[in-house]
């Protein structure tokens, strides 16, 4: 007898070998999309929006490119959240963990082929996957006891995060600017003490650190345009009632004066909340909101310093780092908790007036200032810079580092390689697989630079054949070059993310055997 369909007309399954086939060229497809983004001479993409304004993105950032596509294939999509949860979480290595789950599912491909049983090569990779990581602990160096080395170990790690990016020209200066404000943070890992302002202009070697806070506004007229030891209020609340408030009152007076005396009872209720404010002993009065002309002109003959509508980013911040914090009401200033800074003053950064505080409270707080040709440029190196701070502030924690330039990878390779040999079964063939997708890497580095990547990779695997050898890519001079004395490092937390991230995705996808999209819900069912 016939068997009923059981899923309605729209739905559509896949199964077996189909199901397992779309995983794959899904995934493969997408490590192919962002694999020419990796290493120092990885190429941009130009991310075009079809929304209003055709926004235009230029990036490197493998996260950001991801982010930007709509996908319809399931284990794309896998991809891409790995790719977001690196970027979330070590900030670097957002192109290397989709590229390599890519090519672990690439060897997958093979193996399923020969009909080896996708469970066998999950537990193969599970197997080499400890092993790899193993390979790096043995080889790991931290220099955390000794200050001097570990300074110059961030610079080094901050070179390279920046090397692959728009930054790369002049690296020296932003690892420069990213440890400084990084060292900082003393260890905490909360990268919102440090702003980063963006002023189109001048060019990128412009772009300087400010210790202190820098407030994107204009200071208003007739106030003081320096303040010492200030105390500042950070405020949240309308300071523009000029008129009633009431939504949909009406008033009906029956003759002109009535009115003047309406508005006189606003200015007097306006008086009296200034005078609440001003009773706090502040010389600085920070709002949200708008401040209308009579009560700036209050704060003015008060000699305090009345700054309107500074953005909520730029308040909770400023709030953050003085010490203070956000007020709305105002009638017990003893329960209000002021913030400091020694000096307040108007800078000029090219051609806009900003409002610089100096000498804030949480001497963590740093400001960043970007300078570049345009936006899209100063975009890309805002997403470059913060990449750099993100790896740097997770290495201050976890302050092991590693050789860098498709090193960790040789090393793993031949660890992994050896276990493949040592392990019986269908499961070496599996183990082989991840060894050989480990070695893609710095193939594919190879590649983007335009090197034969065959003869390279050849050559540093022999290298590495000899005891505590330091072998990897220099693409700079396109041959084998030692990454110790090339300074080439990176953080043992992000190749290790990359390592498990992505071999977990693989797992995930090939444990796949069928793939069913649903049917669209249709109006008329809801009755």
């Given at each position: 007898m016939?068997?009923e369909?059981?899923f309605k007309?729209?739905a559509?399954?896949e199964?077996?070998?189909?199901?397992r086939m779309?995983?794959?060229?899904?995934?493969?497809?997408?490590?192919?999309?962002?694999k020419t983004?990796?290493?120092?001479?990885?190429m941009d993409?130009i991310?075009?929006s079809?929304?209003r304004?055709r926004?235009?993105t230029?990036?490197?950032?493998?996260?950001?490119?991801?982010k930007s596509l709509h996908?319809d294939?399931?284990?794309?999509?896998?991809?891409?959240d790995?790719s977001k949860?690196?970027?979330?979480e070590v900030?670097?290595g957002?192109t290397s963990?989709?590229v390599?789950?890519g090519?672990l599912?690439?060897?997958?491909?093979?193996?399923?082929?020969?009909?080896?049983?996708?469970m066998t090569?999950?537990?193969?990779?599970?197997?080499?996957?400890e092993?790899?990581?193993n390979a790096l602990?043995k080889?790991?160096?931290?220099?955390?006891?000794?200050?001097?080395k570990f300074k110059s170990?961030?610079?080094k790690?901050?070179?390279?995060?920046?090397?692959?990016?728009?930054l790369?020209?002049?690296k020296?200066?932003?690892?420069?600017?990213?440890v400084?404000?990084?060292?900082r943070?003393?260890?905490?890992?909360n990268l919102e003490?440090?702003?980063?302002i963006?002023k189109?202009?001048?060019s990128?070697?412009?772009s300087?650190l400010?210790?202190g806070?820098?407030?994107d506004?204009?200071?208003?007229?007739?106030?003081p345009?320096?303040?010492?030891?200030?105390k500042?209020?950070?405020?949240?609340?309308?300071?523009?009632?000029?008129?009633?408030k009431?939504?949909?009152?009406?008033?009906?007076?029956?003759s002109m004066s009535?009115?003047?005396e309406?508005?006189?009872?606003e200015?007097?209720?306006?008086?009296e909340k200034v005078?609440?404010?001003?009773?706090h002993?502040i010389?600085?009065f920070?709002?949200?909101?708008l401040?209308?002309n009579?009560?700036?002109?209050?704060?003015?003959d008060?000699?305090?310093?009345a700054?309107e509508?500074?953005d909520?980013?730029g308040?909770e911040?400023l709030?953050?780092v003085?010490g203070?914090e956000?007020?709305?009401t105002?009638?017990?200033?003893?329960?209000?908790?002021?913030?400091?800074c020694?000096?307040i003053e108007?800078i000029?950064i090219?051609?806009?007036?900003?409002?610089?505080?100096?000498?804030v409270?949480?001497?963590q707080?740093?400001?960043i200032?970007?300078?570049?040709?345009s936006h899209h440029v100063?975009?890309e190196g805002?997403?470059?810079l913060?990449?750099?701070?993100c790896?740097?502030?997770q290495?201050?924690?976890?302050?092991?580092?590693?050789?860098?330039?498709g090193?960790?990878?040789m090393v793993m390779?031949?660890?992994v390689d050896?276990?493949?040999?040592?392990?019986?079964?269908?499961k070496?063939?599996?183990?082989?697989?991840?060894?050989r997708a480990?070695?893609a890497?710095?193939?594919?580095?190879?590649?983007?630079a335009?090197l034969d990547?065959?003869d390279l990779?050849a050559?540093?695997?022999?290298?590495?054949?000899?005891e505590?050898c330091s072998?990897?890519?220099?693409?700079?001079?396109?041959?084998?070059?030692?990454?110790?004395?090339?300074?080439i490092?990176?953080s043992?937390?992000?190749?290790q993310?990359?390592?498990?991230?992505?071999t977990?995705?693989?797992e995930m996808i090939?444990?796949?055997d069928?793939?069913?999209t649903?049917?669209p819900?249709?109006?008329?069912?809801?009755m």
């Open positions: 016939a068997i369909k059981i007309d729209d559509s399954e199964k077996g070998e189909r199901a779309a995983s794959f060229v899904g995934a493969i497809a997408i490590t192919d999309l962002v983004t990796l290493g120092p001479k990885g993409k991310l075009q079809t929304g304004g926004e235009v230029v990036t490197n950032d493998g996260a950001t490119i991801l996908i294939n399931p284990a794309a999509k896998v991809l891409i790995i949860v690196q970027d979330n900030g670097d957002t963990v989709v390599l789950a090519e599912l690439r060897e997958a491909e093979k193996l399923v082929a020969a009909k080896i049983h996708p090569i999950i537990s193969g990779y599970r197997m080499a996957a092993c790899a990581r602990l080889r790991v160096v931290d220099n955390k006891e000794n200050a001097e170990d961030l610079m790690i901050a070179m390279t995060t920046l090397s692959s990016k728009i790369s020209q002049d020296e200066h932003f690892a420069q600017l990213a400084d404000a990084v060292m943070l003393k260890g905490s890992t003490a440090i702003q980063i963006k189109p202009g001048g990128l070697k412009d300087f400010d210790e806070f820098i407030l506004k204009k200071i208003g007229l007739g106030q345009k320096r303040i010492e030891n200030a500042i209020l950070v405020a949240n609340t309308a300071m523009d009632t000029d008129k009633v009431i939504y949909g009152a009406r008033v009906r007076v029956d009535k009115v003047a309406i508005e006189g009872a200015k007097e209720k306006m008086r005078q609440k404010i001003i009773a002993g010389n600085c920070v709002n949200r909101q401040i209308y009579f009560p700036e002109e209050l704060f003015a008060a000699g305090i310093l700054i509508h500074a909520f980013d308040i911040r709030a953050l003085t203070g956000i007020a709305s105002f009638d017990n200033p003893e329960s209000v908790k002021l913030g400091h020694k000096l108007e000029m090219g051609e806009d007036k900003l409002i610089h505080f100096s000498g409270e949480m001497g707080a740093c400001t200032v970007l300078r570049g040709a100063l975009d805002e997403r470059s913060h990449d750099a701070l790896v740097l502030s290495t201050v924690n976890d302050t092991r580092v590693l050789l860098g330039g090193w960790p990878e390779a031949k660890e050896e276990l493949a040999r040592k392990t019986p079964g269908k070496s063939h599996a183990i082989e697989a991840f060894s480990l070695v890497i710095p193939t594919i580095i190879a590649d983007n335009g990547s065959a990779v050559q540093i695997r022999a290298e590495h054949h000899k505590g072998a990897g890519i220099d693409v700079i001079s396109g041959s084998v070059g030692d990454m110790a004395e090339r300074g490092s990176e043992f937390k992000v190749k993310a990359v390592l498990l991230s992505a977990e995705a693989a090939l444990r796949v069928e793939i069913i649903c049917a819900r249709r109006r008329e069912d809801r």
